[in-house]
């Protein structure tokens, strides 16, 4: 891929993130996606709902001939930040099984509530395929 991670030299290295990345290519965007599988069905937890999101953004950028080497930037909408920060292995965990070390361009904020009211977080992501 043709991307280069945009860390400036003075910065603190992230960790489980990218400040910024300039990539070219074919550019693919996801909708919000929620942690519910192909019936419909959320789990209870919110690392197994996070893990079904990673699942359903790969089905997304397959569609588009992306793979997760691909991804640049993720939005993350968490309905509660305690329990984000509270479940931050498990969710590392979940995020590598999918993803691998690949960390783009990432932002975490919370709201009052999703349009799915069983949902504790949904995600946009947005990739480049290279030319």
Not at 6 to 26: E, F, M, S, T
Not at 51 to 78: C, Y
Not at 81 to 93: P, R, S, T, V, W
Request: no cysteine; net charge neutral.
């Amino acid at each position: 891929m043709t991307f280069r991670i945009l860390q400036p030299k003075d910065w603190p290295r992230p960790k489980g993130y990218a400040n910024g990345i300039a990539a070219q290519g074919k550019i693919i965007v996801t909708g919000g996606v929620v942690g519910w599988d192909a019936a419909g069905v959320f789990p209870e937890s919110f690392v197994d709902q996070a893990a079904q999101i990673f699942a359903n953004i790969l089905a997304i950028l397959a569609e588009g001939g992306a793979k997760p080497s691909h991804l640049i930037r993720m939005t993350w909408f968490l309905t509660d930040i305690d329990e984000y920060l509270a479940n931050q292995k498990g969710l590392g965990k979940a995020y590598r099984e999918y993803f691998g070390t690949h960390y783009p361009a990432m932002a975490a904020v919370q709201v009052v509530r999703l349009i799915e009211p069983q949902a504790k977080i949904e995600i946009e992501a947005t990739a480049v395929v290279p030319d």
